[in-house]
Each structure stands twice: as structure tokens, then as C-alpha cells.
T-cell receptor, first 115, second 110 residues
Framework: EPEVTQTPSHQVTQMGQEVILRCVPI?????FYWYRQILGQKVEFLVS????????KSEIFDDQFSVERPDGSNFTLKIRSTKLEDSAMYFC?????????????FGPGTRLTVL | EDQVTQSPEALRLQEGESSSLNCSYT??????LFWYRQDPGKGPEFLFT???AGEEKEKERLKATLTKKESFLHITAPKPEDSATYLC???????????FGTGTSLTVIP
């Protein structure tokens, strides 16, 4: 069964460093998302991406964040200068078509620890 | 502001003891309600989508129902392997992202 994959599973970084989180969405999906979940809190939307551009973003997704689809399979989230409060699980999700009725499928997550 | 609220926060059941989890929402004009299961340290795993009041979906020991204000996830005769956090999510009025509830952490004791 097709699935969303994410690498690395755990990333430890120093405050102020740049990190890139990688995702491979399900192959025929067209819409891609990043969410984050701080320990013990809700899953929160960060950004959605379609047709090589951002379609929606939340207040959390400030200038420190960027997303890219560098090739036909990968979808990345970059955090330019990490802060302690960026420590969280980051989930990538994808769905097939532009409909609220279409299910988003989530990857296993990357645990980001900022020291 | 659109909100999704889940209750209870935590639920401990004996194996075989049926119960229900609640998800209430204040999104105006519901466009779908999604249930996910999340195991510790893992991503949300899709369970069900409900679109209109009165709709029901079933999968093994789980049944999801939807009214105009809330959804219930009924667990019948649960087993220890049903232990997980159950999340509900709804899209807002416009846009395709999800608003998630805080989840219900279910523990089923053998």
C-alpha cells in the first residue's frame, strides 16, 4: 500500500542552525502539507503546497520557514534559523485532488529537537 | 474562530468494555469530519470520513457517527491493541488544511 515517507526520523540541531526535513508523498498525489505537533499539544497546520507554489499557510509559517519540491518525488521543509520552540514532531501529508472530501495521508513524522 | 474539541482527554477501559469518544466542532458549514488514530511517536493514521449528519461508518470494533454538532467514535469490545490516541479533524470554511482536536488517549487494559 502506498505511503508517505519522511526522513530523518529524528533530527537534533543547535539553536540557530538550519534544518531540512524531507518527505516523499504518495506518488500520484498532487497536494502536499506540513503540520507540526509540539509534545502534548494539537497537530497544527503549517503550509499547503500545490502546483509548485504555496496555496495556504498558517501564522506559524513565518519567514524562517520555506518549502520546496525540488524534483518529482521529494517535498521539503526548511527552517532557516531554528529556535528552541521549533522542537516538535513534523508531519508531512499528501492528498490526491483539490477537494475537502479527499483524505490527507500522513507520514510517520520527523522529531526535531533544538538544543 | 473554528474549533474542534474532543472529550474525554483520556479514557481507560477494561478489555471488552465498550465506550464512546466525542468530537464537537464549531466550524460553520461542515465540509467533512475525519477520524485518525495516532500511536505514540507516529503519524496520524486515517480511519474514517463523515460528510453529513446521520452518516455512519464502521471498521472492525470502531463505528463513527455524525450529527450537526458532533461526532462520536464508538468502540465495541475493545482490545489492548486499540490503545492509541484518537484524533478528529475538520477543514475550515475555506481552505483544505485540517483543524485537529487535542485527541482522546485510549488505554485498554487486558
Amino acid at each position: 500500500e502506498p505511503e508517505v515517507t519522511q526522513t530523518p526520523s529524528h533530527q537534533v540541531t543547535q539553536m540557530g542552525q538550519e534544518v531540512i526535513l524531507r518527505c516523499v508523498p504518495i506518488s500520484n498525489h498532487l497536494y502536499f502539507y506540513w503540520y507540526r505537533q509540539i509534545l502534548g499539544q494539537k497537530v497544527e497546520f503549517l503550509v499547503s503546497f500545490y502546483n509548485n507554489e504555496i496555496s495556504e499557510k498558517s501564522e506559524i509559517f513565518d519567514d524562517q520557514f520555506s518549502v520546496e519540491r525540488p524534483d518529482g518525488s521529494n517535498f521539503t521543509l526548511k527552517i532557516r534559523s531554528t529556535k528552541l520552540e521549533d522542537s516538535a514532531m513534523y508531519f508531512c501529508a499528501s492528498k490526491w485532488m483539490d477537494s475537502f472530501q479527499d483524505t490527507q495521508y500522513f507520514g510517520p513524522g520527523t522529531r526535531l529537537t533544538v538544543l | 474562530e473554528d474549533q474542534v474539541t474532543q472529550s474525554p482527554e483520556a479514557l481507560r477501559l477494561q478489555e471488552g468494555e465498550s465506550s464512546s469518544l466525542n468530537c464537537s466542532y464549531t466550524v460553520s458549514g461542515l465540509r467533512g469530519l475525519f477520524w485518525y488514530r495516532q500511536d505514540p511517536g507516529k503519524g496520524p493514521e486515517f480511519l474514517f470520513t463523515l460528510y453529513s449528519a446521520g452518516e455512519e461508518k464502521e471498521k472492525e470494533r470502531l463505528k463513527a457517527t455524525l450529527t450537526k454538532k458532533e461526532s462520536f467514535l464508538h468502540i465495541t469490545a475493545p482490545k489492548p491493541e486499540d490503545s492509541a490516541t484518537y484524533l478528529c479533524a475538520v477543514p475550515p470554511n475555506t481552505g483544505n488544511q485540517f483543524y485537529f482536536g487535542t485527541g482522546t488517549s485510549l488505554t485498554v487494559i487486558p
